[in-house]
DNA sequence: CAAACCTGTTTAGAATAATGAACGGCTTGT
DNA sequence: ACAAGCCGTTCATTATTCTAAACAGGTTTG
């Protein structure tokens, strides 16, 4: 959590042009309420918050996942030669949109050598993760499944599925991946 | 809130394969409140429910908007030979991931024969996109700003702002792109 | 069989959050 | 000037949550 209960409380309520007493008021609780839980001086219930976030109006997982964002306006190109290199052993990850506030998505061009792999571990996250082979040929185990693609298959699932990347072939393999929410 | 706090943490924990005893340890609370919260028969502070969750662990953010939609396992693999074309005029767009339910991420193989264009208005829409050029040149126009891109070079912007894709070279063009929310 | 070890639940008391009524500061209107 | 209105804050009391320890049921171990 980047922002406190009290500091998301407190942005939400003025940008919403409510007072305390106001807020507390459509609320249904007291005004020293929301003085305490904006000062950080008390971790209100849930279900107080609830109500609370009621009177704005706004649910909880709203709360919990807004966030503060600034616009921003940068070149929407990126050559080849000017993507940074983010791989490890044998594999270099390039990230499309570096540098960008923001991003939604982690728009990868993913370079394996001739058996490179992803670990011995299988490899699990938040989001979902998809991408097509563009070169190469690649083994890729997914919840158990193993499949093996070539130049112009996709791939398609939920990163929480221990999954594991690995070139079994002879020739480089390249792929371009998308993940959101992105993992760089 | 579609699920209630006690119910959300129950299916959490369980899942995780944690007991109650064993979660409260991780998250340095008592057996008893993950108990009483389970049961409903109290309503957590924010405080004591993010230490809870962070045994599992989880974010408040992920706590609040998790849903429990877990449909049977579809293949996560996506042969090239089977994606459905869902271009225009000398415009191919194959979909990774077609049919898959809660696709965050609109994953496409982009086809653009010598000449072909998206069309005389320029395209905007909610979203942000992005994408890698794999093979030939495309020629993209982002509010105002038009750049000749191959293969390597990527780009990423706000669906938003007017855009525009031509394949002004004489080979056909491919592209591997990606936006969110999914425009397929 | 029973002792040991799980599981989730319950209870009294300690710790914490929420209330209701104050307070001080600032602005508006008479 | 001064009262009336708003603002956010503070304090003693009340209400709720959290803890520690015990309870009841099921499974494993000797």
Do not use: W
């Amino acid at each position: 959590m980047s922002l406190e209960v009290s500091q998301r409380l407190r942005i939400l309520r003025t940008r919403s042009g409510l007072s305390q007493r106001e807020l507390a008021k459509r609320a249904g609780v007291t005004n020293s309420t929301i003085s305490l839980i904006e000062q950080n001086r008390v971790s209100p219930s849930v279900a107080s918050l609830k109500k609370v976030l009621a009177g704005i109006p706004m649910s909880l997982a709203e709360f919990f996942t807004f966030d503060i964002d600034e616009p921003a306006r940068p070149s929407p190109f990126f050559p080849a030669e000017q993507m940074p290199d983010i791989g490890g052993e044998g594999i270099a990850y390039r990230l499309v949109g570096h540098g960008l506030k923001d991003r939604q998505i982690c728009l990868l061009r993913e370079h394996y050598d001739p058996g490179a792999d992803t670990g011995a571990d299988m490899l699990s996250h938040e989001g979902q993760e998809c991408g097509v082979v563009v070169r190469g040929r690649v083994e890729i185990t997914v919840d158990g499944e193993t499949r093996c693609l070539g130049p112009g298959d996709g791939f398609y699932f939920d990163s929480k599925l221990p999954h594991r990347f690995r070139n079994a072939g002879e020739e480089p393999c390249e792929i371009i991946s998308a993940n959101s929410p992105p993992s760089f």
